[in-house]
């Protein structure tokens, strides 16, 4: 039996301002829906818009001009997505690609930063860049000195934290043993002893493109 996650609260921006400024700056965007491993900013392009994720889970990719990937977060309900393009109007730093299917509200570039000045939110605004700035010295530790396996597990952490309140299976990662070495800069092989471990011990089940966590706190 699957564990019951602890009670989640809302994340990302959305937590650290009023409900009702983040209504009234979704309400300023377009509902788009996207679906699994759809990219909703591509590295490189010009910015002009950002993104408020509303529910699905998103990761970010930095890739090299030679294809190869790693990535560098995960995204969730509650985040901003592409406000670095907003702020200083250089191109998008990173590719963002859903992991499932989802809902983002998009914002001209513009209208958000007047939202942000009108409802007295740039303090708050800079606060959530620079936590996400500061994400970047843990994540680059990982890469360098942990095992994979403790790699493996942050990464699993990190796509559940990232669900949101709403989320109705936040222990489902719908992303392929493919996909979670890619994320980590590793091929494949080197994370099928560590799930078939975790398997074998009753952590988690695996089925095609797909993970379920099943013991959430085992792994953390």
Excluded: C
Aim: proline share 5%; aromatic share 4%; hydrophobic share 40%.
């Amino acid at each position: 039996m699957t564990e019951v996650h602890p009670l989640r609260r809302s994340r990302g921006f959305r937590s650290l301002i009023p409900t009702g400024a983040w209504t009234e700056i979704v309400r300023h965007g377009v509902r788009t829906h996207h679906d699994t491993r759809d990219r909703l900013l591509y590295q490189g392009d010009a910015g002009g818009w950002v993104l408020l994720s509303l529910s699905g889970r998103l990761k970010v990719v930095y890739a090299e001009p030679d294809g190869a990937e790693i990535m560098l977060a995960i995204r969730g309900p509650g985040d901003v997505i592409g406000e670095l393009s907003a702020q200083d109007g250089l191109p998008r730093s990173a590719t963002v690609q859903a992991i499932e299917p989802g809902i983002t509200s998009k914002v001209p570039a513009r209208r958000f930063n007047e939202l942000v000045r009108r409802l007295d939110l740039g303090s708050r605004l800079d606060g959530y860049i620079s936590g996400k700035l500061r994400e970047s010295a843990p994540h680059a530790w990982q890469l360098a000195h942990r095992t994979t396996a403790s790699r493996l597990a942050a990464l699993i952490t990190a796509i559940i934290d990232a669900a949101g309140p709403d989320h109705p299976s936040p222990t489902t990662i719908a992303m392929s043993q493919e996909e979670l070495a890619s994320a980590l800069g590793l091929v494949r092989s080197a994370i099928t002893p560590v799930l078939k471990e975790w398997k074998s011990a009753g952590l988690v089940r695996t089925t095609r493109g797909r993970l379920e966590i099943v013991k959430v706190a085992a792994l953390t």
